[in-house]
């Protein structure tokens, strides 16, 4: 995940209260996942709005999903999840020098 646009977009997906609670709850229900009922029951969000939220985390490629008969199994995409904190701790304390434009004004 080494896109800008699409890093932007996980992010913003993650940054909603519910959509956080969901992603959580399956980090923690681990390769088995959850199907809507079992996530409604642990978060107490509404199956229509889980399903909404779900949808948004799909889209992104952080939920993956599997039809079991008449169920929907989700699950965490651990590699995209992976790939996330890859690319936010990529380059930590790599070092940024300032560009020589903003040295000249600083030093006037």
């Not at 956080?20 to 088995?32: K, M, N, P, T, Y």
């Not at 996530?39 to 999903?65: E, K, N, R």
């Amino acid at each position: 995940m080494t896109d800008f646009a699409h890093t932007a977009r996980a992010l913003s997906a993650l940054g909603h209260e519910a959509r956080l609670s969901i992603f959580h709850l399956l980090v923690r229900a681990g390769d088995e996942g959850l199907n809507v009922g079992d996530m409604g029951a642990h978060l107490g969000i509404p199956p229509t709005t889980l399903g909404h939220h779900l949808s948004t985390l799909v889209g992104v490629d952080l939920v993956q999903q599997e039809r079991r008969g008449r169920e929907v199994i989700n699950r965490v995409n651990y590699q995209q999840m992976k790939d996330l904190v890859d690319f936010l701790t990529s380059e930590c304390c790599a070092g940024v020098s300032a560009p020589k434009k903003d040295l000249a004004a600083r030093s006037a």
